[in-house]
């Protein structure tokens, strides 16, 4: 199993910035790629912003030029500079994360718990 253990959420006004952070950690696994999702109340979960092992990036046209997805391969972490945002950036944000178990080498999506992030206009 990996452990996804996120930080960083909390309450700021509209144009500020918070930045999250994601630790993975589990025992014969290697990591492959990571990103952030959001859910929002009454919406589906949406992918934020995604990042590869080689640290190629993709990101949700509505983040884009405002966050910035970084990550630490030797540490297993990925964090989500947010800046300039706004009050329809408010959501719980989960960590995901590709880990490719290294006796089978199966390959399955880990989760966060979430963290809530408030953006008040």
């Known amino acids: 199993q990996v452990q996804l253990v996120e930080s960083g959420g909390g309450l700021v006004q509209a144009g500020g910035s918070l930045r999250l952070s994601c630790a993975a950690s589990?025992?014969?696994?290697?990591?492959?790629?990571m990103g952030w999702y959001r859910q929002a109340p009454g919406k589906q979960r949406e992918l934020v912003a995604r990042?590869?092992?080689?640290?190629?990036?993709n990101y949700a046209d509505s983040v884009k030029g405002r966050f910035t997805i970084s990550r630490d391969n030797a540490k297993n972490t990925v964090s989500l500079q947010m800046n300039s945002l706004k009050p329809e950036d408010t959501a719980v944000y989960f960590c995901?994360?590709?880990?490719?178990?290294?006796?089978?080498?199966?390959?399955?999506?880990?989760w966060g718990q979430g963290t809530q992030v408030t953006v008040s206009s």
């Open positions: 589990g025992r014969n696994f290697r990591i492959n790629a």
């Open positions: 995901n994360a590709e880990a490719i178990n290294s006796w089978s080498l199966r390959a399955d999506d880990y």
């Open positions: 990042i590869s092992t080689g640290g190629k990036t």
